[in-house]
């Protein structure tokens, strides 16, 4: 799951990070077969993790 | 030009355009005809003349009957046919009341009359569950369709093609394995979020293992590119999460209708 793979990058993110109105980051899956990507990352001191940090 | 042999028989008539017969030219039951014109008069019994047929398609003969109003005779068949008179107030349509009211009235509005075949319905609802990883934004999946009478539904998504204003109501029924800590549903508009559509969301849940989240809006939609999709997000204690398939206490449903045209 991309969820768990982020939070095992970053642990010191919560659920408040990818959910609710203080979001920063926002992972979306559109049911069509391709699973979850990342739709937004505007964390202001963590970085987007590469393709490769997330493979 | 009359056929050899044979005597023609002509009716009282005139070439010229725009010309009618004066009382005094007619006699009772005689008939004359412009054939300039295409029209067709005679003199009725108070000594008047009248017009009782033309070639154009827009002169309708009138009725005597009636107060105030034009009134056409029975099951008349009219095309392409343009009202006119007074450009203010309102024009009203009226049919013989055969059973209860049946009078439609127009006001002095521009705009589209809207039926049953131009206004978009449908229903549909989730008949499986589905298992959102946490904190993730997840099209909701409604696998049957209750109805959709205009077919602008399809893959969970709806893409109307008629213009106008939409009512929409979902609901999504949302679990985790022991406790949600957070869950909501959006409404997404071409494929994202839109701060003028209501959602809902609940993030401070506690020692709740179920919980059905429901919202509506009204959106206009072009009729063309235009398209509406659920989304939810479940987070909780536990691997496991749930968007729930619709049963007899957990709806997960999406419906709308068209509440007025563009």
């Known amino acids: 799951m991309l969820y768990d793979k982020i939070k095992s990058i970053y642990p010191e993110l919560t659920d408040a990070d ?10 979306q899956n559109d049911s069509d077969g391709k699973g979850d990507y990342i739709k937004n990352w505007s964390h202001p001191t963590l970085a987007k993790p590469t393709n490769e940090e997330l493979a | 030009m009359a056929q050899t042999g044979f005597t023609p028989i002509s009716l009282y008539y005139t070439a010229t355009a725009a010309a009618t017969p004066t009382a005094g030219n007619l006699v009772a039951g005689e008939l004359a005809l412009n054939n300039n014109d295409g029209k067709l008069f ?10 009782i047929a033309s070639k154009s398609a827009a002169a309708l003969a009138n009725s005597t009957t009636g107060t105030g109003a034009t009134v056409l005779a029975t099951s008349p068949t009219v095309t392409n ?34 039926v049953s075949g131009n206004m978009p319905a449908f229903a549909a609802y989730s008949i499986a569950n589905q298992t959102p990883a946490s904190g993730t934004y997840t099209k909701v999946v409604f696998g049957t369709e209750v109805y959709d009478t205009n077919n602008n539904f399809a893959s969970s998504r709806f893409t109307p093609t008629i213009a106008g204003y939409y009512q929409l109501n979902a609901s999504v029924a949302v679990s985790a394995d022991t406790n949600i800590t ?26 709740i293992g179920y919980e059905t989240l429901s919202a509506s809006c009204l959106v206009y939609l072009n009729g063309s590119t235009d398209y509406m999709e659920v989304y939810a997000y479940v987070t909780g204690i536990g691997t496991n999460r749930y968007i729930f398939q619709s049963d007899f206490t957990h709806q997960t449903a999406f419906s709308g209708c068209m509440v007025r045209s563009a």
């Open chain 2, 81 to 114: 046919p343009a009202l006119g008179g007074s450009t203010s107030g309102s024009v009203t349509l009226a049919v013989p009341a055969v059973a209860g009211s049946n009078t439609a009235t127009l006001p002095a509005a521009t705009g589209t009359v809207m």
């Open chain 1, 18 to 27: 990818f959910v609710g109105r203080n979001a920063t980051i926002t992972l």
């Open chain 2, 42 to 51: 005679y003199k009725d019994s108070s000594g008047v003349v009248q017009t």
């Open chain 2, 182 to 207: 957070g869950c909501a549903i959006l409404f997404y508009k071409n494929g994202s979020g839109d701060k003028s559509l209501p959602s809902q969301e609940n993030t401070s849940l506690s020692g």
